[in-house]
């Protein structure tokens, strides 16, 4: 199929704003009579307020008002509170001061008295589960994601079973099996069984997540940094305690998120709760240290794998066992997408999963990039390397034996796949990367240094349906594309809005994309997270569009003559494909969908569309021609994203410290939708997989639950001077069957590749050294080097 | 906790002459804090660990800054920022090492700003004591890095004392290297240190890195031409590749005549409180040729007396080896 747009690279409309410094994030808003705010953080890891004098800081000149947990909602352990007065974390925000500018709210907050009673901490989920270990909530230690909490203890002779090098392994939450596991390990010629660790690292986003609220008759205007818009609505209001419709949400601009503003976090509503009190706008900016505390993280893993494999390098058992350290609030279930992820990646003929999240006394955690399911890569596929090297198998070879295939069925429900071609994407990166030449580099000398060879591959659901699409085509004849999923940065809602124009066969220059704020009329979409925009997005525009292409088809039958079959679109027109010179202008037939009324101006519409669809629809009624449909495509499968990567470093065997010569990234994401955004992808991915392997570290006082990285200095996101200066990318473009135009989503699975590439890189040039544990810092390789102890214990957790 | 990100309200002098800023240390002693490039200090005071009364910001002093010839090797006023010290052709050409040095510290735009000055005076980076915890450095009673569960793998392996945190300033090791001596300015005239002495351990004074006392001002460093055109070598090992503090980093000057080492210094930071020569190091390669052989021996003598903590011992082998590197003058 020959596409207009679909596949072609375009200037998203936002860049320029961005490059310039003229885009506005939440930080960057005033108004008038605009009061600031500061919070008070929890400086211990579990306590109990029970006695504060805010008297002398409301004494202050310039303080307006202070602010506690008893002045704003109650939002129920385990998810995160507004503000609390039972603090789970360091950083833990307790009280919120509004003054008139910023440094008298900092001067006030050192005015608070405040008298804590400190509770037992946990930073370990294995001591949490020890008996008679501390309990993060109130009503337990595992909270599931939404879900109440309970507690969870296993026996001290469960914990007397396993070494101190072995995980201990008691009653899981959660569990699956298929195949008969027991008898796969009895016949497998190769069994590996190895414990691991897995860095919860945070989500760096360079936008610290300030928020802005003030409100004019009886709404609320909030300005928050959301990488999802019409999909965080509903909960933004319910957390300010008003109705859906009373919500206006801005959020134009996101400075990254990767999974962390994907849905509403209930502080961001802080400025809109003081603002309600004071009666005047306030700007809650958030500093750097504040987002390391509440800004969210990655799910850390203490695990278990045991793999079995044929002589010719089948996966026929796996076994894999899951601790996962959930933070202070409720657990993103990444400990689960870790299973099905391995059932997918890696087909094991049988297999047994088991997995439990631990609320800890860390900050609170969410989906990031890959939530889950890169964890698993960075545990699996230097495992792969190991059982080839052992079975003395090439190291590709063993994972186009393994790969899914379009009939793979996975996971605990025997899920199907709308399409894979992870082995097309993993032969053509190799044949990009030279693989066979290459891997006879592995481990050549050179002075001081060795070569490492490194391959990763790794996979995220790809996209969801039923959301609804929204067209408007003005009097003017210009094309409003309405979208609410967001702008998290990738510039995928405006690619998807490129559908709606190859639909309608439409000049991309006769498009205005509308989105950013609840006042434009937004649909309801899904957010943008989980891979999901360029699949979902794609079949939610292709339906509003369609359904905008129908009418404009119906109304040229009446005007023109014939059946709305005769005609076609194109150039901006409707016209008879019989007769081209027999046509309508998009600004007449718009002009007729005024007049005609009814469904064709939005006075009617279909009834299975969420209501914030309807409400949008119905405010513009009579304004325009309305093309506005929920997503019915058919569904068949789980349409995946798959990606694969390889790498080559050069490593100096006296400092530890190594050189990334070469990338090569591929994604299997269906019909490539815009080429120069999917490139990024592929690179940015990559990137953040370098730090998520190699750099990102996670240390934590266990004696005083204190935390070591708040800045970015002090984690280490990788800078220009860590990443291969150009970075080699491709992609498998094959249509997936289940999207209108092929598209499947991309986004994460191009970071755990890309992290698993150089974790296999690594032990490759060490000659064989498998670490279990991500990241790989410096030390480690030193010690390895060195042929000394590590400094850590094997199920040891945030000393990274 | 350091959450804060605003300043305290402080009296800021901007003082144009160094007569005029020793005036306004005199009268504010301890209640004062020079502030050079500011990369450091402004972070202090943003996270409200360290309240100054009055700040002196030293930036318009003319008498500060500039790179100058002597009778014998050059004189480097200390508001030269670190890029004008990457950039000078006479450091690159004839002191290297000191170039090298500043080229390794941070980023570029923190070398834009930072000075040569506030680099060698530059604060412990342990991160405890700079969380604002009450420890023996910030006047208090305990050490947080040094106890069964502290997390240290930045930390010493020389010369604790109550104390175990490191320099992390990489031109503290090339200034010892190239034997300068630093000039001080106080209120009883002025005084001229060797860079060796002039940095301080916890068990002279816990609460400040270098001899500096709050009423006197590092003006200038002289870098003598014993050195000058010899062969140098640095290196730093950190996480990353810019914008990090050492591991370990070395920095070495040696001379050799006739293919024989004639005279060298090896100097590591991130090992002890203070820039650590490598003695043992220097006389074993000193007579001998500056081979592999060599440098193995003298290398693996490097950590002599080293006492690791918990999180750290890999820093052992690290100096070893980049001690032999220097020696060997190779990667």
């Known amino acids: 199929m020959a596409f207009k747009h679909i596949g072609k690279n375009f200037t998203p409309p936002d860049v320029r704003a961005k490059v310039t410094g003229k885009a506005k994030y939440s930080e960057d808003f005033r108004a008038e009579g605009m009061l600031f705010i500061k919070l008070l953080a929890s400086p211990m890891p579990h306590a109990i307020v029970r006695k504060l004098d805010t008297s002398e800081a409301l004494k202050m000149d310039g303080v307006i008002d202070v602010m506690t947990a008893d002045d704003v909602p109650n939002i129920p352990e385990p998810q995160m509170p507004i503000l609390t007065n039972h603090p789970k974390y360091v950083g833990d925000p307790i009280l919120a001061i509004a003054a008139t500018s910023e440094q008298i709210a900092a001067d006030a907050l050192e005015k608070i008295i405040i008298e804590y009673e400190p509770r037992p901490f946990v930073i370990d989920p294995l001591v949490s589960l020890f008996p008679g270990g501390p309990d993060v909530h109130d009503s337990g230690n595992v909270a599931l994601f939404r879900g109440k909490a309970e507690s969870y203890k296993w026996t001290a002779r469960d914990f007397a079973a396993a070494s101190d090098d072995e995980l201990p392994r008691g009653k899981p939450q959660g569990e699956w099996e298929h195949g008969d596991v027991d008898a796969g390990f009895a016949n497998a010629a190769l069994v590996l069984d190895e414990t691991f660790v897995v860095a919860g690292h945070p989500h760096q986003s360079m936008e610290p997540r300030s928020a802005f609220a003030y409100w004019e008759n009886g709404k609320c205007y909030l300005h928050a940094s959301s990488q999802s818009h019409t999909f965080n609505v509903p909960d933004y209001a319910k957390y300010c305690g008003i109705e859906t419709e009373d919500l206006i949400l801005i959020a134009e601009f996101c400075g990254g998120g990767f999974g962390s503003k994907g849905t509403a976090y209930p502080i961001a509503t802080i400025p809109a709760h003081m603002s309600k009190k004071v009666g005047r706008p306030c700007m809650m900016r958030i500093s750097r240290a504040e987002e390391y505390y509440l800004g969210s993280r990655r799910n850390g893993f203490q695990g278990n794998v045991k793999l079995g494999f044929s002589e010719e390098g089948r996966l026929v058992a796996a076994d894999l066992y899951v601790v996962q350290q959930s933070g202070s609030n409720d657990s993103f279930p990444d400990y689960a997408n870790a299973g099905e992820a391995l059932s997918l990646v890696y087909t094991p003929e049988a297999m047994r999963w088991k997995g439990i999240p631990i609320a800890t006394n860390t900050p609170p955690t969410g989906a990031q990039r890959g939530p889950g399911q890169n964890q698993l890569a960075c545990v699996m596929e230097p495992l792969m390397d190991k059982a080839a090297k052992t079975l003395g198998i090439d190291r590709l070879a063993i994972r186009d034996l393994n790969a899914p295939k379009n009939d793979t069925v996975f996971g605990g429900r025997r899920s199907t796949l709308s399409s894979t071609y992870l082995r097309e994407a993993m032969q053509s990166g190799a044949d990009r990367f030279n693989w066979e030449e290459k891997k006879n580099e592995s481990g050549q000398r050179n002075g001081s240094k060795v070569i490492g060879i490194g391959v990763g591959q790794a996979f995220h659901p790809g996209g969801s349906s039923g959301f609804d699409g929204l067209v408007r085509i003005a009097p003017d004849g210009k094309v409003h594309i309405h979208t609410g999923v967001g702008n998290l940065g990738t510039y995928s809602y405006a690619s998807t809005s490129r559908i709606s124009a190859e639909v309608l066969g439409c000049s991309w220059e006769n498009c205005v994309i509308e989105r950013g704020d609840t006042r434009r009329h937004l649909p309801w979409n899904l957010g943008q997270f989980g891979s999901n925009t360029s699949y979902t997005m794609s079949r939610t525009n292709y339906a509003g569009a369609m359904d905008a292409k129908m009418k404009l088809l119906e109304i040229a039958a009446m005007d023109l003559g014939g059946a709305a079959e005769d005609y076609d679109v194109g150039d901006d027109k409707v016209f008879s494909k019989a007769d081209p010179s027999k046509s309508l202008t998009f600004a007449q037939a718009a002009q007729r969908a005024i007049e005609l009324g009814g469904k064709f101006s939005g006075e009617e519409m279909n009834e299975d569309m969420h209501a914030i669809t309807k409400a949008s629809v119905t405010a513009m009624a009579g304004t325009g021609l309305i093309g506005a449909a929920k997503d019915n495509h058919p569904s068949k499968g789980l349409p995946p994203a798959l990606a694969a990567s390889f790498m080559k470093i050069e490593l100096d065997v006296e400092t530890g410290k190594y050189e990334i010569l070469e990338y090569v990234g591929m994604a299997d994401c269906g019909t490539v939708v815009h080429p120069q955004g999917l490139e990024h992808q592929i690179r940015g991915g990559g990137v953040m997989g370098i730090g998520m392997a190699g750099l990102e570290r996670i240390v934590y006082d266990p004696q005083n639950g204190l935390p070591a990285n708040i800045g970015f200095h002090q984690n280490k996101p990788p800078s220009y001077l860590d990443v291969p200066l150009e970075m080699d990318v491709g992609y498998v473009d094959k249509p997936d069957p289940t999207n209108p135009v092929g598209a499947r989503g991309i986004g994460e699975p191009l970071m755990g590749c890309a992290a698993a590439a150089l974790l296999s890189a690594i032990s490759d040039a060490l000659g064989g050294v498998y670490f279990n544990r991500t990241p790989i810092v410096p030390d480690m390789i030193i010690n390895a080097l060195a042929d000394r102890p590590q400094s850590y214990k094997t199920l040891q957790v945030s000393n990274q | ?331």
């Open chain 2, 1 to 331: 906790m350091s959450t804060k990100d605003v300043m305290p309200q402080f009296a800021l002098f901007q003082p144009t002459d160094i007569e005029n800023a020793l005036d306004l240390l005199e009268k504010y002693g301890d209640r004062s804090w020079k502030v050079a490039g500011g990369q450091d200090s402004y972070d202090w005071f943003k996270d409200r660990a360290k309240r100054p009364e009055a700040v002196i910001d030293l930036g318009g002093i003319a008498d500060l800054h500039g790179i100058r010839e002597t009778e014998d090797g050059i004189e480097i006023g200390t508001m030269t920022t670190l890029t004008e010290i990457v950039e000078s052709p006479i450091i690159s050409g004839s002191y290297g090492v000191l170039a090298q040095a500043a080229s390794r510290v941070a980023s570029p735009q923190i070398r834009n700003a930072g000075t040569l000055g506030g680099n060698l005076n530059q604060d412990a980076r342990c991160w405890y004591y700079r969380s604002g915890l009450d420890c023996y450095r910030a006047g208090g009673n305990t050490c947080y890095a040094d106890t069964p569960e502290g997390m240290n793998r930045e930390h010493c392996l020389f010369g604790a004392s109550r104390c175990v945190a490191v320099t992390p300033s990489d031109t503290a090791a090339a200034v010892v290297a190239l034997d300068a001596e630093m000039v001080i300015r106080g209120p009883a005239g002025e005084r001229v240190v060797p860079a060796q002495e002039f940095f301080i351990g916890p068990a002279v004074n816990i609460t400040r890195m270098t001899v500096v006392e709050p009423t006197e001002l590092l003006v200038a460093v002289r870098i003598p031409s014993k050195w000058a055109g010899a062969d140098f070598y640095f290196e730093k090992v950190a996480d990353r590749n810019t914008w990090d503090f050492p591991l370990v980093n070395v920095a070495s000057a040696m001379i050799v005549k006739d293919g024989v080492v004639e005279d060298i210094r090896i100097v590591c930071s991130g090992v002890e409180c203070v820039p650590k020569r490598i003695e043992g190091a220097e006389q074993i390669a000193i007579g001998s040729a500056p081979d592999a052989e060599t440098a193995d021996l003298a290398g693996g003598t490097a950590s002599r007396g080293a006492t690791p903590l918990n999180y750290n011992h890999f820093k052992i082998p690290l100096m070893e080896n980049l001690v032999k590197r220097a020696i060997r003058g190779d990667a």
